[in-house]
């Protein structure tokens, strides 16, 4: 699958985003970084980039907030952007979605470049144009459609990534192999997690996300597929987010694949081994959470999910490893039985 001209996978991303910058005529750019990225990856393309002024935000999904893009917006307004600027964010999925929607919603709308800095957000959060941000820690509460000019893929920064946030990203790359590609699945199953040749699952990823997405760019139907393990994954999240003992977001989609797998298993979407072989290989990279003894306070989460219409919760769950089915409705009983399914893996 072939990827648009305004994503490009990259060796040089310095290069790239000085070739590309030379072809605009941006009255104004801005460089959006966190601590992190600010050490590690933007000096890479410092010394490549035109004329510009930084903004610096705390890292953390705990400060995906309106209040951080109220400092965004304010240091965007001094330093006199118009809608004739860019906003680059350099950066994983949390700067990525608050830095797009800063840029989707400052004068009603001024140009963004990606430059995704972590797997997380190189395979999933940087392709499709969804920029969001929490809001009373529901998971991407406020946001908008609104794709980026350019995006810059480039595994040249995965190697200033901690390990837990490597493992982290690659949650979104097993979710891919599930709901699309069961030869990828079979591949990333026979080897262990740390041997996967980066740069080619980023570049497959990607490929998939966008093909799934220009079919669909405002998910009405089949971009759902792309939210499994993400209806009970974020409600997790959003647990331990409010408890003050944040997860890392591929944790707890993992969680989420693992329990809505089961879900699926239970309507005779997936069979007995399939269920196996996926709580197998999750548990063997990502352990187990310890969640609350009750599955209700997460469940009541996972009616706030975007996908849910009226009172009822849609899922998108896997219909045989390879495939997957979306808007299908599952009950509160299905969702309390897969994670006390979930639980009982400490046992």
């Known amino acids: 699958m072939r990827l648009p001209d305004h994503i490009r996978i990259?060796?040089?991303p310095e290069d790239d985003l000085r070739e590309l910058l030379a072809k605009k005529n941006y009255s104004r750019v801005s460089v959006l970084v966190d601590e992190n990225t600010k050490s590690y990856c933007y000096p890479r393309l410092k010394n490549q980039l035109p004329e510009h002024q930084l903004i610096e935000i705390p890292a953390g999904e705990s400060k995906k907030t309106i209040e951080t893009c109220t400092l965004v917006w304010q240091a965007m307004t001094e330093q006199q952007l118009d809608r004739h600027s860019a906003l680059i964010v350099v950066g994983g999925g949390v700067a990525g979605d608050l830095g797009g929607f800063c840029a989707a919603t400052f004068k009603r709308g001024i140009d963004f470049i990606l430059v995704p800095t972590t797997l997380l957000a190189m395979a999933d959060a940087s392709i499709g144009g969804k920029v969001a941000v929490?809001?009373?820690?529901?998971?991407?509460?406020v946001g908008v459609f609104r794709e980026p000019a350019f995006t810059l893929i480039s595994a040249v920064f995965l190697g200033s990534l901690p390990e837990n946030e490597l493992r982290s990203g690659f949650a979104e790359v097993v979710k891919h192999a599930l709901i699309s590609d069961k030869t990828l699945w079979d591949i990333l199953r026979s080897k262990p997690w740390k041997a996967n040749e980066w740069s080619s699952l980023v570049h497959?990823?990607?490929s998939l996300k966008w093909h799934v997405v220009q079919q669909d760019p405002l998910e009405k139907g089949a971009r759902k597929i792309l939210n499994a393990g993400h209806t009970i994954g974020h409600a997790i999240e959003t647990w331990f987010l409010a408890k003050n003992q944040p997860v890392l977001h591929g944790e707890a989609i993992a969680a989420g694949l693992i329990c809505e797998s089961k879900i699926a298993f239970k309507k005779n979407l997936v069979t007995a081994q399939e269920l196996q072989e996926i709580t197998?290989?999750?548990t063997s990279v990502y352990g187990n959470l310890k969640l609350p003894g009750s599955a209700d306070e997460i469940?009541?989460?996972c009616y706030q999910d975007k996908k849910n219409k009226g009172n009822s919760v849609l899922m998108a769950l896997l219909d045989g490893i390879g495939r997957a089915r979306w808007d299908v409705a599952v009950s509160m009983d299905e969702m309390v039985d897969s994670l006390t399914y979930y639980g009982s893996l400490h046992t």
């Open 299 to 301: 469940v009541q989460l």
């Open 204 to 206: 497959h990823s990607a």
């Open 280 to 282: 197998s290989y999750l």
């Open 10 to 12: 990259s060796s040089r």
């Open 134 to 141: 929490d809001f009373g820690f529901y998971k991407n509460q």
